[in-house]
């Protein structure tokens, strides 16, 4: 039994050595964003595509530089020489981790305070803001995201491919993320199949504009 329990605390010890970047917990349940997320699409989108993200980024990062840096660091670090197994696993821990972190249950609505002014001042009103968000959405072929960001001060709507950000070097646009979208298909496609504009239109009451307000602000400091 002593010895049974040591080698238990062997494996534990070894997973965790190279378990160097974890999971952070969803902050609501998998129903909570129903019915603008189902709950399928939750489990699954968390359960198995973002831990996937993780386990692979592990296995991807022992032995190198980007092993011992924070997930926000390893984005910054990235470069067209960056292994592209670093590069998609990396970005796809950080932008679900953002993404996920960016919904909240009885959100949505219009957004308020500095990010609400900053907002229409930019496009004229939230909807024409809408409206060019969906663009990007829809223009954004095959598989990404749309981030709201800011750049130099100014609020931008930029897209980018697979599971690359801003924060990336190697991407073709520069920016601070305060707010992201994901338009892969498996975050949609169980209740909206093909649809991703009838997506792009829901996931407007799910938004947690607080956190991107909070953001926006930290970042205009
Ligand atoms: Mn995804």
Do not use: C
Request: aromatic share 12%.
């Amino acid at each position: 039994m002593k010895n049974l329990l040591f080698i238990l605390f062997l494996l534990i010890m070894e997973n965790t050595a190279f378990a160097q970047f974890s999971q952070e917990p969803l902050p609501y349940a998998f129903d909570a964003l129903e019915p603008s997320i189902d709950k399928a699409t939750m489990e699954i989108h968390y359960g198995r595509h973002h831990k996937a993200y993780v386990d692979n980024l592990n296995k991807a990062v022992a032995g190198t530089a980007q092993e011992k840096m924070s997930i926000q660091d390893l984005q910054k670090s990235v470069t067209a020489q960056t292994p592209a197994a670093i590069r998609n696993n990396g970005g796809g821990v950080w932008n679900h981790t953002f993404f996920f972190n960016g919904m909240a249950p009885n959100a949505g609505g219009e957004p308020k305070g500095a990010l609400g002014e900053a907002i229409k001042a930019t496009w004229g009103s939230f909807d024409h803001f809408k409206d060019e968000f969906k663009k990007a959405s829809l223009g954004r072929f095959g598989s990404g995201w749309v981030w709201l960001s800011v750049l130099d001060g100014k609020l931008v709507i930029q897209s980018t491919p697979n599971q690359d950000n801003p924060l990336m070097p190697v991407a073709d646009i520069k920016g601070i993320p305060i707010l992201s979208l994901d338009v892969w298909e498996h975050a949609y496609y169980l209740k909206y199949q093909n649809k991703r504009a009838d997506y792009t239109d829901a996931y407007w009451n799910v938004v947690n504009w607080d956190r991107a307000n909070n953001l926006y602000v930290k970042i205009l400091k």
